[in-house]
């Protein structure tokens, strides 16, 4: 069961470098997001989509991109990095079906930890 | 503002019990969820509370009261293995989720 798949794992740049990460699951999940997470703090919004072709804005969406061709795949793009973008990134996604047995909850992928230069 | 407020940290003994808390304003209520992060790991779903009362699993219990905002934590039995941080989230009135900063429970002999 391969879930949800998160790439690269480590990833090092430097201030003003692109980069992408990927997510990628196989549960047919409408809702995919993507949160950052920083000591001390909670898990915090960047994107969202909620299914092909839509994606909205979170807490901290600045410098960050999404874009959702296919309900598998949900990559986060990184415009110029920053140091202030030093963090490690989760992807995660959920069913939106409605019924009791569906509590919504959030299936993360193992995390990408960015350092930027 | 919408707030989540739990313990930064907590130390509790090798089969024992602890009670975490996790109090909330947020705007609108669908719904209250526990999650289990261990150290370098992603999270991982706990339990899920939506009416006020008690949901027990295992060694595990969570409890709402959505008037007061409130809901606690119960782990019983403690292993090492239950030493990680145990985040509280509120799905908002826009079913987007509020997190807490996290529980770090420190399990010792």
């Known amino acids: 069961n391969a879930g949800v798949t998160q790439t690269p794992k480590f990833q090092v740049l430097k201030t003003g470098q692109s980069m992408t990460l990927q997510c990628a699951q196989d549960m047919n999940h409408e809702y995919m997001s993507w949160y950052r997470q920083d000591p001390g703090m909670g898990l915090r919004l960047i994107h969202y989509s909620v299914g092909a072709g839509i994606t909205d804005q979170g807490e901290v969406p600045n410098g960050y991109n999404v874009s959702r061709s296919t309900t598998e795949d949900f990559p986060l793009r990184l415009l110029s990095a920053a140091p202030s973008q030093t963090s490690v990134y989760f992807c995660?996604?959920?069913?939106?079906?409605?019924?009791?047995?569906?509590?919504?909850?959030?299936?993360f992928g193992e995390g990408s930890r960015l350092t930027v230069l | 503002g919408q707030n989540i407020d739990q313990p930064t940290e907590m130390t509790a003994t090798e089969g024992a019990i602890v009670q975490i808390n996790c109090t909330y304003q947020t705007s609108g209520f669908n719904g209250l969820f526990w999650y289990q992060q261990h150290a370098g790991e992603a999270p991982t779903f706990l339990s899920y509370?939506?009416l006020d009362g008690l949901e027990e699993k295992g060694r595990f219990s969570s409890f709402l009261s959505r008037s007061k905002g409130y809901s606690y934590l119960l782990l019983k039995e403690l292993q090492m293995k239950d030493s990680a941080s145990y985040l509280c989230?509120?799905?908002?009135?826009?079913?987007?989720?509020?997190w807490g900063a996290g529980t770090k429970l420190i399990i010792k002999p």
């Open positions: 509370n939506v």
């Open positions: 989230a509120v799905r908002d009135s826009n079913y987007q989720l509020i």
């Open positions: 995660a996604s959920s069913s939106l079906e409605a019924g009791i047995e569906n509590t919504g909850e959030l299936f």
